[in-house]
């Protein structure tokens, strides 16, 4: 099978060519229309119930994320020019489209009685600005009458002020959400430059537009960084410019092609998709290695080009197929997930790893057919002193320090096994943002002067009409909101309650004194009034469903972390919660994007736990077919789970959280890791057939030639990962960090653990009634050499055939 592919390849490599050329000007048709993903509750699975509460949440009172607030903690607001600017900076923001409501100090009204109407009107504060600062204080004064708002907008023990913007849902759940959040912005540096007065942003509209507007700049920063270290190391490597050209040439095809698969799937970017072009630069590149090292090392023995070609073509084919797609394992286990995140990225990189196979077996020979041989420059890397030092080290090791490799790496792995148990997981709503960025800093402003910005609802249904305005189920809801307001990660509640409690205050003429609930003397004077009052619906309606059965109270949360978050709702919100409304019948929900946001990390977490397992699994099988040996089983997946645990130990001692970036390296090191493994084995085996079946032979050539493959590749994949460090986003440097640490440590025990392993468990015999799949690589068997001989020559002589028409052409 893969002596004729290496011909096949070779006599139709310009088709080959023109075809693969179509497909990726295709795919990159179909990548233009990519769009970027601002949903922050796709991560938990669509059955969960508290994902479904939150939908029928949203399907009563609408998104709750599409709350911006925009803060000013500068005491020179408050003197009538500076309070004038501000004042425009809230109307500006209100003609924004896309922008439904703006509150503000600026621009509040408050509840009047109407007595020739019995109702309440909503009325500015005040109708004019004040022009001198007496009239500045008597307005602020008055703002701070209106307790409804107030506590929203003012801090009152040092000033700081916020202006809350409610978002169209639409808007924010399209593409001119960009265009609404630059439009506010520059609104708002323009306030910024006119007042000399700083501003604050936060609120998740802002945030989603924030990081998927960094991961849109990290994909161009990130994949060119990659390709800069990539090409640089092959040029190191090899001394030749084809050795890099070309080999970029496949992964900048892969590259377009997962861009492509996205749209064809109907996938969006998120923050983890985006990283596939970087991802596919990096894993794709040892393809590239191992057929250009093992090229060069067919032709430096006997100088054929074309025989050089077609042999890497047969040995290292099904090898490369392997490798492939046990790396594609490592993220295709994710697809079995239930959360589309995870889903969506799984099959993504997993199709496109494999589809990097594809590409590099056929464009690498094409290319290198019509290429002229490869000169002494280009082999020179065969002979590189620093990595035969290397290699001689590790041979020297192996042969003579076996007992001494197993207990260093006994005692490694036992303190690594103390760290692991301290691992803990937490993640917060801007995790990977960096600490001392504008983004955060924000956040901690509106914490400290608002408790916080995230949003949080509690949904309470009565089950029967007008259950909501009884005057027992108002005072049973305010204790409950006295509660919460008393957390101090928690801001003032907002409810029916809040607006009841502030008609009672407009009923007794605005007096703050009056701001509590009715009692049983003037709650149907003031209920009367209430549904009198012009434009009721549009505010009950904001609170309360039309059958005034269920009500929500919404809350703003501090973004306290998962760990944090769990404890006070399950420990602190919801045992409180079930106190206060024990006896009743009512379904209370806490419920909200922030909940979800958490839960959804926890499950992240979870299912890449899973994942890991599956991939294990899978792997293991893999193996078991390659070899049909148990023991050679156990002893290929050894090295490659030293890794895991010691990364996972170092997180542990380093206090680096198990979240859903860090958690993903352990799937992506064991694919990738587990390569090198099969490559290792592979060679070992032909080398096993080659010299009678002698392990210490056998194992000594074997590290000595795919030892450097294995040394060059884990170089790229350390050097292309640690790029990940130049990301502004704390996962994503995780990510990159741990990972290129992990597999330079798998290079390590798959070049010492390994042969080590082999040369104490393996007598190397083999079952000649058995012939597993790992025997179909290497020249001796099958007795192919003589099928590949009659090849080459019909090879060659097509070669040439070819070279003689071109030539003739041309002249």
């Given at each position: 099978m893969w002596t004729q592919l290496a011909h096949n390849v070779i006599k139709y490599r310009l088709p080959l060519i023109i075809v693969l050329a179509i497909v990726t000007a295709y795919m990159g048709y179909r990548a233009k229309d990519i769009e970027m993903d601002y949903d922050l509750a796709q991560m938990v699975p669509e059955t969960d119930e508290d994902f479904i509460a939150l939908n029928k949440f949203k399907e009563l009172f609408g998104d709750d994320g599409n709350i911006l607030a925009i803060g000013i903690e500068d005491s020179a607001l408050y003197t009538p020019e500076k309070f004038e600017k501000f004042s425009y900076l809230t109307k500006a923001v209100a003609d924004i489209k896309g922008v439904n409501n703006v509150l503000s100090i600026a621009s509040l009204k408050k509840l009047q009685k109407n007595v020739d109407s019995q109702r309440f009107d909503l009325v500015p504060v005040s109708e004019i600005l004040p022009t001198s600062q007496a009239e500045l204080d008597s307005l602020l004064n008055t703002i701070q009458d209106q307790r409804f708002f107030a506590e929203q907008l003012l801090n009152?023990?040092?000033?700081?002020?916020?202006?809350?913007?409610?978002?169209?849902?639409?808007?924010?759940?399209?593409?001119?959400?960009?265009?609404?959040?630059?439009?506010?912005?520059?609104?708002?540096?323009?306030?910024?430059?006119?007042?000399?007065?700083?501003?604050?942003?936060?609120?998740?509209?802002?945030?989603?537009?924030?990081?998927?507007?960094?991961?849109?700049?990290?994909?161009?920063?990130?994949?060119?960084l990659s390709v800069i270290v990539t090409a640089l190391i092959l040029l190191a490597f090899f001394r030749s410019w084809d050795a890099v050209l070309f080999p970029l040439l496949v992964i900048f095809s892969v590259v377009i092609w997962s861009l492509g698969t996205l749209d064809i799937l109907g996938y969006k970017i998120t923050i983890l998709t985006g990283l596939i072009p970087t991802i596919i630069v990096v894993i794709g590149i040892p393809n590239s290695i191992y057929l250009l090292n093992k090229y060069h090392q067919e032709f430096e023995k006997h100088g054929n080009k074309i025989k050089a070609i077609?042999?890497?073509?047969?040995?290292?084919?099904?090898?490369?197929?392997?490798?492939?797609?046990?790396?594609?394992?490592?993220?295709?286990?994710?697809?079995?997930?239930?959360i589309k995140l995870l889903r969506e990225f799984g099959i993504v990189a997993g199709i496109n790893i494999f589809a990097t196979f594809i590409v590099s077996i056929i464009l690498i020979p094409a290319v290198f057919s019509y290429l002229p041989s490869p000169g002494r420059k280009q082999l020179k890397h065969l002979n590189f002193k620093m990595t035969d030092f290397a290699i001689s080290w590790i041979t020297k090791i192996v042969f003579n320090h076996r007992t001494k490799t197993y207990i260093v790496a006994a005692i490694i792995v036992g303190v690594s096994f103390i760290g692991v148990f301290k691992l803990n997981s937490v993640s917060y709503m801007i995790d990977d943002l960096p600490e001392d960025g504008k983004t955060k800093t924000d956040l901690r402003f509106f914490e400290r002067n608002f408790s916080g910005i995230m949003p949080l609802e509690v949904l309470i249904d009565t089950e029967r009409k007008r259950g909501i305005v009884q005057l027992n189920t108002l005072r049973k809801v305010e204790r409950f909101e006295q509660f919460l307001d008393s957390i101090p990660a928690i801001s003032q509640p907002v409810s029916i309650v809040s607006m009841v409690k502030a008609a009672r205050q407009a009923y007794y003429n605005g007096s703050p004194a009056f701001y509590s609930l009715p009692n049983q003397r003037d709650y149907n004077f003031i209920l009367r009034y209430l549904k009198n009052e012009e434009g009721q619906q549009?505010?009950?309606?904001?609170?309360?469903?039309?059958n005034l059965s269920k009500m929500r109270i919404s809350l703003k949360v501090a973004d306290i972390g998962s760990d944090k978050m769990d404890v006070l709702l399950e420990d602190v919100i919801k045992p409180r919660m079930n106190e206060i409304f024990d006896g009743t019948d009512f379904q209370i929900t806490v419920t909200g994007t922030t909940p979800i946001f958490i839960k959804g990390n926890r499950y992240l977490v979870e299912n890449l736990r899973l994942s890991l397992i599956v991939a294990f699994?899978?792997?293991?099988?893999?193996?078991?077919?390659?070899?049909?040996?148990?023991?050679?089983?156990?002893?290929?997946?050894?090295?490659?789970?030293?890794?895991?645990?010691?990364?996972?130990?170092?997180?542990?001692?380093?206090?680096?959280?198990l979240k859903p970036s860090t958690a993903l390296i352990f799937s992506i090191a064991f694919g990738i890791s587990v390569d090198d493994t099969i490559h290792f084995l592979a060679k070992y085996r032909q080398e096993l057939f080659a010299n009678n079946f002698f392990v210490p032979i056998a194992l000594n050539k074997t590290i000595k030639e795919?030892?450097?493959?294995?040394?060059?590749?884990?170089?790229?994949?350390?050097?292309?990962?640690?790029?990940?460090?130049?990301?502004?986003?704390?996962?994503?440097?995780?990510?990159?960090?741990?990972?290129?640490?992990?597999?330079?440590?798998?290079?390590?025990?798959?070049?010492?653990?390994?042969?080590?392993?082999?040369?104490?468990?393996?007598?190397?015999?083999?079952?000649?009634?058995?012939?597993?799949?790992?025997?179909?690589?290497?020249?001796n068997f099958y007795m192919e050499e003589e099928d590949e001989e009659i090849n080459?020559?019909?090879?060659?002589?097509?070669n040439l055939k070819e070279q003689s028409t071109a030539e003739k052409n041309n002249n």
């Open positions: 009152t023990e040092n000033g700081a002020t916020a202006l809350i913007i409610s978002v169209d849902e639409e808007v924010l759940n399209s593409k001119d959400r960009l265009q609404l959040m630059d439009d506010i912005l520059q609104v708002g540096d323009a306030f910024e430059e006119k007042a000399g007065i700083e501003l604050h942003y936060a609120g998740l509209p802002f945030v989603r537009s924030v990081m998927m507007g960094k991961v849109r700049q990290e994909i161009i920063k990130l994949l060119a077609s042999t890497i073509t047969r040995k290292i084919g099904i090898v490369t197929l392997i490798t492939n797609f046990t790396t594609a394992v490592g993220f295709l286990v994710l697809a079995v997930t239930d549009d505010m009950l309606t904001n609170f309360t469903d039309e699994i899978v792997i293991a099988c893999v193996m078991g077919v390659l070899f049909f040996n148990l023991r050679m089983i156990i002893i290929s997946l050894v090295p490659n789970m030293i890794p895991l645990i010691i990364t996972a130990g170092v997180m542990g001692f380093l206090g680096v959280p795919t030892g450097k493959s294995m040394i060059y590749t884990s170089i790229v994949l350390f050097a292309g990962f640690i790029v990940f460090i130049a990301s502004d986003f704390g996962g994503t440097v995780a990510l990159g960090s741990l990972t290129s640490a992990t597999l330079l440590v798998a290079m390590l025990t798959n070049l010492l653990v390994l042969p080590a392993l082999l040369l104490t468990f393996d007598d190397g015999k083999r079952r000649k009634d058995a012939h597993p799949l790992i025997e179909q690589y290497g020249e080459l020559k019909r090879i060659e002589k097509e």
